[in-house]
Nanobody
Framework: QVQLAESGGGLVQAGGSLRLSCAAP??????????IGWYRQAPGKEREWVAR???????VYSPSVKGRFTISRDNGKNTVYLEMNSLIPDDTAVYYC????????????WGQGTQVTVSA
């Protein structure tokens, strides 16, 4: 089982910023994944997607975070990032990174999650 190492979560006041990181093991180059994303799950709610990089470089964002969050990746460091600015209490959730690939075999990896708490 591939382990994705997430970090960067924490407690921040509304209006503040955080940067989440998701490091993949050397055995799995993030450049080989077709769909790289960040998801979040708030208490009592279903997991929802937040931001994704698809088919190389196309980035898409959930309307709730567009203009405030930025997803990026550093192939040299084998790491995916989520820069979060202008945070609001509704952003409070556990954030998960996700890597998906269809070839040569379908794989779908999740990180262990990192807690982000935004205080009013």
């Amino acid at each position: 089982q591939v382990q994705l190492a997430e970090s960067g979560g924490g407690l921040v006041q509304a209006g503040g910023s955080l940067r989440l990181s998701c490091a993949a093991p050397e055995s799995e180059s993030i450049s080989t994944f077709e769909d790289i994303g960040w998801y979040r799950q708030a208490p009592g709610k279903e997991r929802e997607w937040v931001a994704r990089i698809r088919v190389g470089s196309l980035t898409v964002y959930s309307p709730s975070v567009k203009g405030r969050f930025t997803i990026s990746r550093d192939n040299g460091k084998n790491t995916v990032y989520l820069e979060m600015n202008s945070l609001i209490p509704d952003d409070t959730a556990v954030y998960y990174c996700n890597l998906q690939r269809r070839f040569p075999a379908a794989v779908n990896y999740w990180g262990q999650g990192t807690q982000v708490t935004v205080s009013a």
